[in-house]
């Protein structure tokens, strides 16, 4: 599933090399480019304005902006970067790959944007994201993000008490079920072809969870169009206001296969593999956010935006240190070599 947000005024694509372009204008990608662009150096995001909880009225369990909508979070986030000079550019990366390093060796990347755009960065963020893939249930997918939910801590309040169904994808539908179980006393888990052992069966008993194991065909609306439950492969319809479900989380991986990152697979799905502070095997590319930490919400994203931002400018300072030297060399042979 991806939802876009409203759109938002586009800067001009900054003209030669900047010092990173970062990839995805979310909460990772925003709060590392506002991490370089304090740091002085030029950044550039490239975002195609589909964040990951676009469906949601309003971002949870964050605190201090606790009940503000995701894309006003957003729109503040992209005038702190601008107020630093930094440029958020609405657009789609169709492509990025290395590029032939700088005279004094220094990395080089080409990004390149659906429209055919392009611009050179030193350094790459990649802040793209995930997507959710949830199971082909009809009338599912159209109340995703209000009665269709995945996280206990984004939107369990809010349907606290409510009749709930787990829709199993598998075994982390167990542990998806204790977890709304703490939110309301009317929970049903339904098995949908997904196995469920006698000892969780027996803990579910003991929680008062009932079990249904005869497959769900479609989620089914009242007269209103709100989810009003969902009927069974024997016709029985089961009364719910709301169905939890852990779709498969996919990074956005697309356009960006040029840059080699290498993936894994996780419990919950596949992002891209990374080591401390987002760094990756690819010199030059970092990653932040879903696209690495499939389970990061809001404020660990821009967490490992800030780290990751930290660690690009760290590791241009070195670089920019290293082309200082050289030119000292290259002018005064004699002298580098005191
Ligand atoms: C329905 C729903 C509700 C949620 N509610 C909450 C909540 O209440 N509280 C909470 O903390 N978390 C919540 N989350 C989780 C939250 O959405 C994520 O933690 C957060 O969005 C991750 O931020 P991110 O920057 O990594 O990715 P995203 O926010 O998804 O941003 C990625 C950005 O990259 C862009 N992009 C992707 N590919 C490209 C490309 N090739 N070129 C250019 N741009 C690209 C996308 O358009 C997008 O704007 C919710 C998630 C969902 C699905």
Not at 179 to 190: A, G, I, M, S, V
Not at 223 to 237: H, K, P, S, T
């Amino acid at each position: 599933m991806t939802a876009t947000a409203p759109a938002y005024e586009s800067d001009v694509l900054a003209e030669g090399t900047v010092d990173a372009v970062v990839i995805g204008g979310g909460a990772a990608g925003l709060n590392g480019a506002l991490i370089l662009a304090r740091s002085r150096r030029s950044v550039v995001v490239i975002d195609s304005g589909s964040p990951r909880n676009a469906p949601a009225e309003a971002v949870h369990g964050l605190l201090a902006l606790d009940g503000t909508p995701p894309s006003e979070i957003l729109r503040r986030g992209r005038e702190q970067v601008r107020q630093y000079g930094g440029r958020v550019i609405h657009g789609e990366v169709a492509s990025a790959e290395s590029a032939a390093p700088s005279a004094d060796g220094d990395l080089r990347f080409t990004v390149t944007l659906a429209d055919g755009r392009h611009i050179t960065a030193r350094r790459i963020l990649v802040a793209t994201g995930l997507k959710d893939v949830l199971p082909q249930v009809p009338g599912l997918a159209e109340h995703w993000g209000d009665s269709v939910v995945h996280c206990p801590y984004c939107h369990g309040w809010e349907v606290r008490d409510e009749p709930i169904g787990v829709l199993a994808t598998g075994p982390v539908s167990i542990e998806h079920a204790y977890l709304f179980r703490q939110l309301t006393e009317d929970l049903t888990y339904f098995t949908h072809g997904t196995d469920l052992d006698e000892d969780s069966r027996a803990r579910f008993a003991a929680r008062g969870i009932r079990v249904i194991d005869t497959p769900v065909t479609e989620v089914v609306n009242d007269a209103d169009g709100a989810l009003a439950g969902v009927r069974l492969a024997d016709g029985q319809v089961v009364a719910r206001r709301v169905v939890a479900v852990a779709a498969q989380l996919q990074a956005r991986t697309k356009g960006l296969e040029g840059l080699g990152l290498p993936v894994q697979d996780l419990p919950k799905g596949r992002g891209f593999a990374s080591g401390t502070a987002g760094a990756t095997e690819v010199p030059g590319v970092w990653v932040a956010g879903n696209a690495t930490d499939l389970v990061a919400q809001v404020g660990a994203s821009a967490a490992a935006g800030v780290l990751a931002g930290a660690d690009i400018n760290r590791m241009l300072t070195i670089a920019d240190t290293d082309a200082a030297l050289q030119e000292i060399a290259e002018a005064s042979p004699t002298a580098a070599t005191r």
